[in-house]
């Protein structure tokens, strides 16, 4: 007996006396529909047995230890990412949400394919089922299940969509799932989406990496041209809305690099899926980051460029209505997910400190670093468009300390690596440029704004620390001395303006 006859028998042992919601059919009709489904894009057993499996953790008393002793731990692993995490004392209508939500990471963070193929053949059956009652029942359909919201089905369904595009578009399962939605809820998706969609295709096999940031790497690709290479959790969507950005800030005045087209960068390596590229014309185009580092001499040049940006950016004036997301909204992320994991009270106490700062109406670029800054025939030009918001400077200050001093004080590697030159010439490079954006050398003013750019920075490493799957000794000790600085900048700072 192989593998899928043995998870067969399985699933319909678990899963005997269950229905279905919608259509009160056996239920082990719905992973046996799963298999078929995932028989159309792949030949892997693996996830095929994951398919008749998916269900089991999250609607019988099987359990992923039993799954991994029959099954193996690739199958395990798979049908874990299909099974949603249960709240006790809560019903499943009240924590819907919050289960879907955080289900949705784990297909965002996934460069797993089987992953992908297995979320879009349980999705598939499952609108199939949707699309056939709603075509009987309309609006009535909803009553029959924990979420009696259309709008947030919808917006469960498109999410996952959009996660699923760039790796599956070409599939007869994935073009089926657009048209089902596009029926039930008309228009969440352009029609040509429901039919085969080839996006022209590029690879970076041997081309020069020139960049890299928290959502990508940019790489050289030619004499003329360059791009950016999103990480594999961004959508089609995600970098839509970054390009429109770019756009708005463009027309604003802003120095800013507009892509003209996206593309499908073929996976290389290791790597099991392709990912979404922005292409951008730059000609004979450097990073800041790779200027300094061929000539660290000219820093404190360099560092005055870098300056006379961040006024261009900060005397542009913008409103909510321009489309603009508050800052606060980021630094607070930082906060609550850094200092706040560790001391509640000193998280409140920095963010007295940040709410006591005067509104502003000032645009931030809100990754403000010289990997997102070209140098074309002198003229300097920003990428990386989609943190653009509104907030004091104060915070688009601390992203610089973080970037060129904070993140190498443990391990001045780590600087070298991310910036390409030295950590010491990144310390004077942050030096220079607040030199230059205050339009002072007094030692105590440089040091008093440079603390009050600390206090976020610290919290933000230590967000850094406590988002990685594994923590040394090191971090940990890393964020006692990060907690212990905070503690020191809180009781000695009054406010964060200069």
Request: glycine share 6%; net charge negative; charged share 30%.
């Amino acid at each position: 007996m192989n593998k899928i006859e043995e998870a067969i028998i399985y699933a319909t042992i678990m899963h005997q006396g269950k229905v279905r919601k919608l259509g009160g059919v056996a239920y082990i009709l719905h992973p046996l529909e799963v298999a078929q489904i995932l028989a159309t894009m792949t030949d892997d057993q693996d996830v095929i047995t994951a398919g008749i499996l998916h269900d089991i953790v999250e609607d019988t008393d099987g359990t992923l230890e039993e799954i991994k002793k029959r099954f193996g731990d690739r199958v395990a692993f798979l049908v874990s990412s299909e099974s949603e995490k249960q709240y006790e004392g809560e019903s499943r209508s009240e924590s819907w949400k919050r289960r879907k939500e955080e289900s949705l990471k784990v297909l965002k963070n996934t460069d797993d394919h089987g992953v992908r193929m297995l979320w879009l053949a349980d999705k598939l059956a499952n609108i199939r089922s949707l699309a056939g009652t709603y075509s009987e029942y309309g609006e009535k359909t909803w009553e029959n299940f924990n979420q009696r919201d259309p709008e947030m089905h919808h917006w469960y369904y498109q999410t996952i969509a959009e996660q699923l595009e760039l790796s599956l578009n070409k599939t007869g399962a994935f073009k089926e799932f657009i048209k089902h939605i596009n029926f039930i809820w008309p228009c969440s998706f352009d029609s040509d989406k429901a039919r085969y969609k080839k996006y022209r295709e590029v690879s970076v096999e041997g081309c020069t990496r020139i960049g890299r940031g928290a959502k990508g790497d940019v790489y050289r690709y030619d004499d003329e041209l360059i791009i950016k290479v999103y990480n594999h959790n961004n959508t089609y969507r995600d970098v839509e809305q970054e390009i429109a950005m770019a756009r708005k800030a463009f027309i604003l005045g802003i120095p800013t690099a507009i892509s003209f087209g996206i593309v499908s960068v073929k996976a290389t390596g290791d790597e099991e899926a392709d990912k979404y590229g922005a292409m951008y014309e730059l000609v004979d185009a450097d990073t800041l980051s790779g200027c300094i580092a061929r000539d660290p001499g000219q820093v404190d040049n360099y560092a005055k460029l870098m300056a006379e940006l961040a006024h261009t950016i900060h005397s542009t004036k913008v409103t909510p209505e321009d489309g603009f997301h508050d800052a606060m909204e980021r630094i607070g992320e930082y906060i609550e997910g850094g200092i706040g994991r560790e001391d509640q009270a000193l998280a409140d106490k920095c963010m007295a400190l940040l709410d006591a700062l005067p509104e502003t109406d000032t645009l931030l670029h809100g990754d403000f670093h010289t990997g997102n800054v070209f140098l074309q025939q002198g003229e300097a030009l920003l990428i990386d468009m989609d943190r653009l918001s509104i907030g004091h400077p104060i915070l688009e200050l601390s992203d610089l300390y973080y970037f060129y001093v904070l993140l190498g004080e443990d391990d001045p590697v780590v600087i070298e690596r991310f910036m390409g030159f030295s950590y010491d010439t990144a310390k004077t490079f942050f030096r220079d440029v607040l030199k230059h954006y205050l339009g002072t050398e007094d030692e105590k003013r440089l040091s008093d704004v440079a603390q009050k750019a600390s206090l976020i920075g610290y919290s933000r490493l230590i967000r850094k620390i406590r988002k990685q799957r594994k923590v040394s000794e090191a971090d940990n000790m890393t964020v006692r001395r990060c907690v212990e600085r905070i503690s020191e900048l809180t009781d000695k700072l009054d406010s964060l303006s200069f």
